[in-house]
């Protein structure tokens, strides 16, 4: 038996032959890791001309899959096991992580509408989710079905290696960086020295780093839910993260009572430019509570433990290099702080 079996419920098997022939989807089952059957719904039609489809209740223009042959095709094809997934450009949005849930199934049915859509009725008795591959509009589900198969197919353990999926685009939230190989110069551009280098740890931190610059650059609304370390979110460009939080935003949560500090933590941006934009958007600021100014001593030990210079702890805290300076020897004045 297969780690996957997929059942595709079209009304054009004929467009998955040449997709399913070829590359990752094709090794996979010819492995034995991928099962794939397409399956033509005029099969569950039964009268003579194998009608499908008929008009919509209420008018108007196109035409809708019946109820019955379909619904009949579900369940031949769902068993005891079977996921059902309808492409649907109404559905949720599929992505990576869809990607991967799907792939810890052992039994998919997708379903591929086609005209104005399908009965709503089996939607809701037979469907157990709705799937888009974006916000547009496609002719058929058939398309949309070839790409999440791609995309499932490949995180099913052992049809590619596993090193390939770790820090590819999308897994750890964030994009993946460049990647290069011989000639070292091509129309005299040249491969970045780090990675001709042969030190491992130096190539790792490289590629991080410019994973995260990319993405920053491409995607940075991605930036909110990636994984990255408190360092690593001090250094995001500046450009980036102000163009990521929007000044209502900020004043609406400074208005509503919450500190700076804590706005800044919330919105991955320096204390200092939190204030400024508040300032540059008309808001007065309310003086600082206690009589000290800036971060606490053990504040600042606590993010300097993350590996942040000086100067990156002062943007981080929105004071200046000599209050950070001054802190640190408050620190070690007082001993360890726990
Ligand atoms: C022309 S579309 C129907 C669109 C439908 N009348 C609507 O406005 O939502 C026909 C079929 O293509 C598929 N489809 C269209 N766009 C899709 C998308 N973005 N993602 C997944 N499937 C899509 C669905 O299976 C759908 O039933």
């Given at each position: 038996m297969s780690d996957l079996r997929i059942d595709v419920m079209t009304?054009?098997?004929?467009?998955f032959e040449s997709p399913f022939a070829e590359s990752i989807v094709a090794r996979a089952r010819a492995a034995g890791t991928l099962t794939l059957a397409v399956r033509d719904i005029r099969e569950w039609a039964t009268d003579r001309h194998h009608v499908v489809d008929d008009a919509p209740y209420g008018g108007g223009a196109g035409m809708v899959l019946k109820p019955e042959p379909l619904t009949r095709a579900i369940r031949a094809a769902r068993g005891d096991d079977g996921h059902v997934v309808l492409m649907s450009a109404q559905g949720a949005l599929f992505d990576q992580s869809a990607a991967r849930r799907l792939a810890k199934e052992r039994h998919l049915v997708i379903v591929c509408g086609h005209y104005e859509g399908i009965d709503e009725r089996v939607i809701e008795k037979d469907v157990d989710e709705e799937l888009s591959i974006g916000d547009f509009v496609l002719t058929g589900g058939e398309l949309a079905a070839m790409v999440v198969i791609d995309a499932v197919a490949r995180l099913v353990?052992?049809?590619?290696?596993a090193e390939s999926l770790e820090?590819?685009?999308?897994?750890?939230?964030l994009l993946e960086g460049p990647h290069y190989t011989r000639p070292v110069e091509h129309e005299g551009k040249r491969v970045p020295a780090v990675l001709l280098s042969g030190d491992h740890a130096a190539i790792t931190r490289w590629r991080r780093a410019e994973a995260i610059r990319r993405t920053a650059e491409r995607?940075?609304?991605l930036l909110d839910g990636a994984a990255l370390t408190p360092a690593e979110r001090a250094r995001l460009p500046r450009a980036q993260t102000r163009a990521r939080v929007a000044d209502a935003d900020l004043v609406a949560a400074y208005t509503s009572g919450v500190g700076s500090y804590r706005i800044a933590a919330r919105f991955g941006i320096s204390p200092a430019t939190v204030r400024a934009r508040l300032r540059a958007a008309g808001v007065r600021l309310r003086p600082?509570?206690?009589?000290?100014?800036?971060?606490t001593a053990n504040e600042v030990v606590r993010m300097r433990?993350?590996?942040?210079?000086v100067r990156e702890l002062a943007r981080h805290f929105g004071v200046s290099h000599v209050t950070i300076l001054d802190r640190l020897k408050k620190a070690k004045k007082s001993g360890p702080s726990r």
């Open positions: 009304l054009f098997p004929k467009m353990p052992g049809v590619i290696e820090h590819e685009s999308h897994t750890e939230g995607r940075p609304e600082p509570r206690g009589g000290q100014r800036g971060p433990a993350t590996g942040l210079t």
